[in-house]
Every structure is written in structure tokens, then in C-alpha cells.
Nanobody, 121 residues
Framework: VQLQASGGGLVQAGGSLRLSCVVSGRTSVVAGWFRQAPGKEREFVAAIRWIGGRTYAADSVKGRFTISRDNAKNTVYLQMNSLKPEDTAVYYC?????????????????WGQGTQVTVSS
């Protein structure tokens, strides 16, 4: 499984960005987004099941970020609205082969390269 993330950039606080992650190779079960700010550990942002579309999100982004997928395009999206400076981080997409431990980065089997998101105040 290979993952290719894109869509990062510089945006002012209150603005929006949409990240995309194209997943190629064999099908995984769950796709997710993590982020890592400078000097901090990588943290869970959101995840989605390819089948059924059930979603999961960290409390810090609920109501602002929405994860979705397009199965025909093998693409997962992260729509980020009402961005805050504290959302500044490198965002990574990842995939795993089961439904368990979705917030644990160590449980993900496949990772894409990161895409930088910078929110200015």
C-alpha cells in the first residue's frame, strides 16, 4: 500500500484547507490522518473506514475537521475549517488493516509522506 498526501499550505487563522491522500496498492481497512507539530509527538486527527464510511475524530478537531473518502478514486480527504495557529503541523496520512486502536500511530501499517500546514495568526 502506498499513500500520497497533498494539499497543505499557508493559510490565515479562520481559513480552510483540504488535504487529499491517494491510496494505491491493495485495499486497506481504515485510513487516517495524523499530525506532528515541531517539538511534539505525532497525534491522531481523524480516521475513516473504507467500507461503510464510519468516521472518528480527535476532540481537538471535532466540529472543524471532516474526514471523508471517495472509494472510486481511492482517496481520503481531510477538510479543515476554522483553522487555528495550533493546527500548524506536518500532516500525515496512514492506513491500517483492521478496525482496532485507531488513535495509536504504532498500529498503522502504512504511511505517506507529510504535507505541511501552516496557520498564521
Amino acid at each position: 500500500v502506498q499513500l500520497q498526501a497533498s494539499g497543505g499550505g499557508l493559510v490565515q487563522a479562520g481559513g480552510s484547507l483540504r488535504l487529499s491522500c491517494v491510496v494505491s496498492g491493495r485495499t486497506s481497512v481504515v485510513a487516517g490522518w495524523f499530525r506532528q507539530a515541531p517539538g511534539k509527538e505525532r497525534e491522531f486527527v481523524a480516521a475513516i473506514r473504507w467500507i461503510g464510511g464510519r468516521t472518528y475524530a480527535a476532540d481537538s478537531v471535532k466540529g472543524r475537521f471532516t474526514i471523508s473518502r471517495d472509494n472510486a478514486k481511492n482517496t481520503v480527504y481531510l477538510q479543515m475549517n476554522s483553522l487555528k495557529p495550533e493546527d500548524t503541523a506536518v500532516y500525515y496520512c496512514a492506513a491500517k488493516d483492521d478496525y482496532y486502536y485507531l488513535v495509536d500511530m504504532l498500529r498503522y501499517d502504512y504511511w505517506g509522506q507529510g504535507t505541511q500546514v501552516t496557520v498564521s495568526s
